[in-house]
């Protein structure tokens, strides 16, 4: 009688013979931990110095509105108090909004760096992973040879 193969037996030998490397796979998790660490303290520095302008622009702001606010001796001089505010917040609108854009440029600029620099080492890994897997499996396919031809 013919004796029939244990398919799980076969499915056992099969993935013996190819082992997997997890250090390949514990090398990615280790660059893209590092990578979003480094991301994360990009963000978050840009949110300090944001938080820090927008903090400066209400105190400024508060300022210039407790000096609008008092009595005035002559009519007209509210109305020149008004315009006077009216000027100074378009002015500082748009020195916050060129430090602003600062910090957005400089987020970029990090950003692309870091990708650059993620993309370089995950290059690398990836390249030594393909390599060495590469290297077990022609190994593992000599080895199945050679035992094949043992038989």
Known sequence: MAKTQDPTAMMK?????????TKAMEDAFKTTATLNEKLSGVALEAAEK????SAKWAKDTL????????????PADYAKAMTDFASAQAE???????????IAKKVQMDTVELMMAAGKDISED??????????????????????????
């Open 50 to 53: 944001s938080t820090e302008i």
């Open 63 to 74: 300022t210039k509105l407790a000096d609008m606010s008092k009595a005035k001796a002559e």
């Open 92 to 102: 500082v609108a748009s020195e916050n909004m060129a430090a602003f854009a600062e």
């Open 13 to 21: 030998d099969i993935m013996g013979a190819f082992p997997v490397d």
């Open 126 to 151: 990836a390249s030594a992973a393909v390599k060495k897997a590469t290297n077990d499996a022609t190994a593992a396919a000599k080895k199945a040879t050679s035992a094949a031809t043992a038989k």
